[in-house]
């Protein structure tokens, strides 16, 4: 590129970026105005005044300052008590944090290649039977900063609902120390012997679904990829799959955190905490990167709260702070391979010695549009960087289920009871309905509805979706940033480099052990724990001081006029809080963009989808060989093909209509072909990808395929029954259906006898018909 050509396009991602900056800029403004006016003491001048007079009574004040001062001591002694379960906590090594008895099958330990890694089995609570023949679920939590248990943290769980649905769970933990030369690698063959272990223990079971949160949810797709015969459904909650996905220029929808590889200048600080923890990296510096993300929350927002309610708000926080102030440690080489090929790489999906194409079962994404810390940009957009089309989802039997939160954080993925109970639930009781849908991509959407009990009720629909229209979509709108990112990697293994080089040999002969734990202790996260707990002599006072409170508390309603004035005033602090976040988050982007979208290579030109979703375009090359096929095969690929040629185009698919599908398979089980769930998705992916894109050819060669008069006779009396079942046709059969029946069954016929058949007559021939059952088409909590 010629330099007068450089500076006009620097000038045009200057100008991009001060306009994207200003946008920012005043969305924050705007947000934080309303907040204050929110906050304030509204009404009428009368009503203000009247407020006014309240607070400058003397006689409120008295009673608000014996309240505030009694909020203050329980709130202290709530924080002494969260330290000393800190420090209980780790005396204990860090249990995981799990709701539920449990016990050790497999410790990782103790394998060839040691990990810290184990399979517990999660025992059921009173009252709740477990079948031991219904599929199993292994859950695996995240490691990154925190320990485990966060799928199984209370009874509205994700452990919670798969129990109380029958089935066996199993959760994968972690303990706080690596082992020597530990690798994720060597976990995610350890997580294999898990899975190999499960099936042992359930032989008459499904293979078992696989659940991950977060960091979990990757490790999970690399343990489906790497073993795919062993593993059942893949459910992946918040799990950022590409790093480098988000939204620049859409509005307030800004990612901060996928800005903080190259505001450090790549993975080389990784490398050095690690080095300065004699070669074990601090779980704690993660955990003070989520804070950060929300320092209104961090430094506010919880400790008011509990201030606020100190009266019952201690237990619920109590809970809370035992798991997010567990940290645990890392092995050097295993967060240098997090950040170089996830973080700053972006590779989980290539170049990993695995390929994500050979995962044979169903995929379920689960995200959130409210998640700061994996967007759904992050959840989905690896989909179309590993498959080229639909065509080839389809073609390799694959099954892909987007499932999209409006507005719950993060955490509130994997923590809320609301989301326990109605997604993660739902996702339970459809994982078998999702296994027999046709190959593809899939949108999955949950209604509310109430019931005539009047208790919620969830209606689930799947509605297919062409990944061409996605891709384009991203391509145009939301993935021309990523070209930065591409410079962030190239400039983080310029410095990786040069600290291996000229700055590891130096920290390293500096660190110990001891250096390495003191450093841990004087972290801020654990100093605020330690600090405040029994450990503390100076703090012996604060528990007889909460109990004599508790005797003789002296509580103001909420509706107290001091009170109100209290909430206006932590609402400004917390409104500030974010307008400092948002001015901050927006100053990290335009720096962040500044400097790499300036580095990197010009993006081109979004291209055109692949294919189009006409009859007669041949879609990518690699997918020739399929179309190739059109007449090769027998009963089973005829069967494929006749079942997309007589489906019903453009329809959703509700959940009983699915469910409806489980019963069928049942009833003509002997006309059906015995094969695996995986074999048969993948038959018929290709066949509907032969009928797709070769019609004409698709319904001509049914006769090469069924060459044997018996199967003949088979295949077209399958076809009768089934279009003609009550049950199977909402509505009745279209004309569309009922001609193209007529069709298959005129070419099948024996030539001395073939001639063109009405369709209303090919429909009336008497074919056996069953009583329409009655599917429910809600799920009932």
Known sequence: MKAAERLERSQRVNKSVAAVFQKRMQVAKDKFAARLKQGSLAGTPEETRAQLAAVLDPANWQAYGIDAVQRGILFWETLRQRGSNYLEHNAEGLKPVLHFEYQTVLDGRSFERPVNYALLCITPPAGVKVDPKLRPYIIIDPRAGHGPGIGGFKDDSQVGVALRAGHPVYFVIFYREPEPGQTLLDVCRAEQ???????????????????????????????????????????INGAPMSYWGGA??????????????????????????????????????????????????????????????????????????????????????????????LFVGNKVWQDQGFDLREIRAPIVLFASMGDNITPPQQAF????????????????????????????????????????????????????????????????????????????????????????????????????????????????????KAYERFGRPLVQAMSSEKTAEALRQLHPLRVQNWAVSNANPWLSWLAPAAEAVKADRHALAGEHPLRQAEHVGAEWISASLDYYRALRDAMTEAGFFS????????????????????????????????????????????????????????????????????????????????????????????????????????????????????????????????????????????PEQLDMLAQIQSLLRPATARTRVPARAAAAAPAKTVKPSRAKTTRSR
Not at 208 to 233: F, H, K, R, V, Y
Not at 695 to 724: C, D, G, H, W, Y
Request: aromatic share 8%.
């Open 381 to 496: 957009n690896w989909v179309a960087d590993v498959y080229t089309s639909s065509a080839e989802i389809k073609a390799r039997g694959q099954v892909i289920v987007g499932l999209l939160h409006e507005d719950v954080g993060h955490l509130g993925i994997f923590v809320s009871g609301k989301v326990a109970k109605k997604e993660h639930a739902t996702i339970v009781d459809v994982l078998q309905s999702i296994e027999g849908l046709a190959p593809g991509l899939y949108g999955m959407e949950i209604t509310d509805k109430t019931g005539s009990d009047g208790k919620p009720d969830y209606e689930v629909e799947f509605r297919e979706l062409r990944l061409e229209d996605i891709a384009q979509r991203l391509n145009r709108f939301e993935r021309a940033d990523e070209k930065a990112f591409e410079a962030v990697a190239q400039v983080s293994d310029l410095n990786q």
């Open 595 to 734: 400097v790499y979208a300036n580095i990197a290579a010009p993006a081109e030109e979004p291209s055109a989808p692949t294919e189009a979703e006409v009859p007669g375009q041949v879609p990518a090359q690699e997918l020739q060989y399929v179309l190739d096929a059109v007449g090769k095969g027998g009963y089973v690929e005829a069967l494929a093909r006749a079942s997309f040629l007589l489906k019903k185009q453009g329809q959703p698919l509700p959940l009983s209509r699915m469910e409806l599908r489980k019963e069928l398979v049942a009833e003509y089980a002997d006309e059906l072909p015995d094969l695996s769930a995986h074999e048969w998705r993948r038959l018929r992916g290709q066949q509907e990808i032969i009928a797709r894109y070769a019609p004409e050819q698709a319904v001509q060669t049914l006769p090469q395929l069924l060459q044997n008069a018996a199967e003949r006779k088979r295949f077209t009396t399958l076809l009768k029954k089934l279009i003609s079942d009550p049950r199977v046709q909402d509505g009745g059969a279209s």
């Open 193 to 235: 012997l898990f899975v190999k272990k499960v099936r042992e223990l359930h032989p008459r079971s499904a293979k078992p679904a696989i659940i991950g949160n977060c960091q979990g949810g990757w490790a999970a797709m690399m343990l489906a990829a790497s073993d795919p015969e062993d593993t059942g459904p893949i459910v």
């Open 248 to 341: 620049w220029t859409e509005g307030e929808g800004d990612n901060p955190m996928r800005y903080a590889g190259g505001m450090m200048g790549g993975s080389w600080m990784a490398s050095f905490a690690a080095d300065l923890g004699a070669g074990k990296f601090d779980g704690a510096h993660l955990v003070q990167n989520f804070e950060k993300l929300n320092p209104a929350n961090a430094l506010w927002d919880k400790y008011y709260h509990l201030y606020d309610r100190a009266d019952t708000e201690p237990p619920r926080f109590l809970e809370f702070e035992r798991w997010w102030g567990g940290y645990y440690l890392m092995n050097a080489e295993e967060i240098e391979w997090i950040t170089r090929n």
